[in-house]
């Protein structure tokens, strides 16, 4: 069978791994981790820095299809084997930079985003303080994930703050939009240019982290709608093959795309119970060239984020929920705030006793 050579081994490496293992694919997975969560369900693993260039020609040399778990790929070291890779290289180029990423999504797919301007020194960002109202946020335009890498620019306190000590590197300054709900669309196409859509999720951040994903989202259909039109518009601009996260705000009247993952989502995760085909088995049917049908979900789902400790107590408590649908990424070291596994349900009153259980044994 064909081989899919996947660059990371995390847990979306892992479901992916998982998703393309039951279709008869063979699965390698590059990581510096031994026995990185998506190592330990491939066939095989090599342990090796994500830009190192031998390695790379190694996975490549072993497989038909290359494909990627997170943005932070060397683009130069894939470069080289672009012929391999459904994606493109240029998708990781665009999705790699918030700065690049943010203009293509306003410039090219023509859909809004919060305002911003791109900072290079402290008095670049002086001089920006009045053209960006505040509040507002400082982020690195690149290697940022669970809000590392971000300042609140809230207040002139704030601004005096940043001068004193300023960040180094290139950075964007964004206005914080006064959004209701986070929201996120998975979206891809698939061998025919045709595009697909999963249901979207409403998502609840704690400490920057997603906690909570709930789909379908409550929306107006006219909400919907746009937000669909939007990931047709972003999807059909990237040419896109593989699934692309969509994370966007909305309010009573606007709707922004907040930023996007050129790889399933964390928030996508409840597609594994919850719709005909998951978020990663669309992934590798759209790298292999394969069609898909229309998503559907059968019924409301709540996925829940184990963190750090709170995994422990799931494990111990999973026997007295059959409603659970456990998942467990394997590693090896427990931190605070790591992603540790997650937990989807699947229908209202297996939703509320889930909402109950995160209340009494959530990580405070
Ligand atoms: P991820 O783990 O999703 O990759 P990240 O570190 O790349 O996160 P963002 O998604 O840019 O960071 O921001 C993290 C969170 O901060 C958002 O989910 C949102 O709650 C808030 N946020 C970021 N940018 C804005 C903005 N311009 N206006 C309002 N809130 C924002
Ligand atoms: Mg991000
Ligand atoms: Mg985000």
């Known amino acids: 069978p064909a081989t899919i050579g996947i660059i990371g081994g995390g847990q979306l490496g892992q479901m992916m791994a998982?998703?393309?293992?039951?279709?008869?694919?063979?699965?390698?997975?590059?990581d510096p981790t031994k026995d990185a969560p998506a190592g330990q369900v491939a066939d095989f693993q090599i342990v090796a820095a994500y830009d190192d260039q031998d390695a790379i020609d190694t996975l490549a040399a072993r497989s038909d299809v290359l494909t990627y778990e997170f943005e932070n790929v060397d683009v130069n070291?894939?470069?080289?084997?672009?012929?391999?890779?459904p994606q493109g290289t240029k998708l990781l180029e665009?999705?790699?930079n918030r700065l690049t990423e943010k203009t293509f999504i306003r410039d090219v797919a023509k859909v809004p985003v919060a305002q911003f301007m791109a900072i290079h020194s402290a008095k670049e960002f002086a001089d920006a303080i009045g053209r960006i109202t505040l509040p507002a946020i400082l982020k690195t335009v690149s290697g940022g994930y669970d809000g590392h890498g971000q300042w609140?620019?809230?207040?002139?306190?704030?601004?005096?703050?940043?001068l004193a000590d300023f960040p180094a590197g290139t950075l964007i300054l964004e206005q914080r939009v006064p959004f209701k709900k986070e929201l996120s669309i998975m979206v891809t196409r698939d061998a025919n240019g045709q595009v697909v859509f999963w249901p979207i999720a409403e998502n609840v951040h704690v400490n920057h982290i997603l906690k909570t994903s709930f789909a379908p989202a409550v929306l107006s259909?006219?909400?919907?709608?746009?937000?669909q039109q939007i990931a047709a518009s972003i999807a059909n601009s990237l040419v896109l093959r593989g699934v692309l996260g969509i994370e966007l705000f909305v309010s009573d009247d606007h709707v922004w795309v907040n930023e996007l993952a050129p790889r399933p989502h964390n928030s996508g995760h409840y597609t594994i119970e919850?719709?005909?085909i998951s978020q990663f088995e669309g992934h590798i049917r759209s790298i292999t060239g394969l069609s898909l049908p229309e998503i559907t979900a059968q019924a409301p789902a709540l996925m829940l984020n184990l963190l750090g400790d709170e995994m422990q107590q799931a494990r111990e408590d999973f026997v007295n929920h059959p409603e659970w649908h456990f998942h467990d990424y394997g590693k090896a070291a427990i931190k605070r705030d790591r992603k540790m596994g997650h937990l989807t349900v699947i229908g209202e009153e297996n939703i509320q006793k889930l909402d109950e259980w995160s209340q009494t044994h959530g990580q405070r």
């Open 18 to 30: 998982l998703s393309a293992k039951v279709m008869g694919y063979k699965v390698g997975v590059l």
């Open 94 to 96: 665009i999705t790699s």
């Open 152 to 162: 609140s620019v809230d207040s002139e306190a704030d601004v005096a703050a940043l």
């Open 221 to 227: 259909a006219a909400d919907t709608a746009k937000i």
């Open 77 to 85: 070291a894939l470069a080289k084997h672009a012929d391999l890779v």
């Open 274 to 276: 919850a719709t005909n």
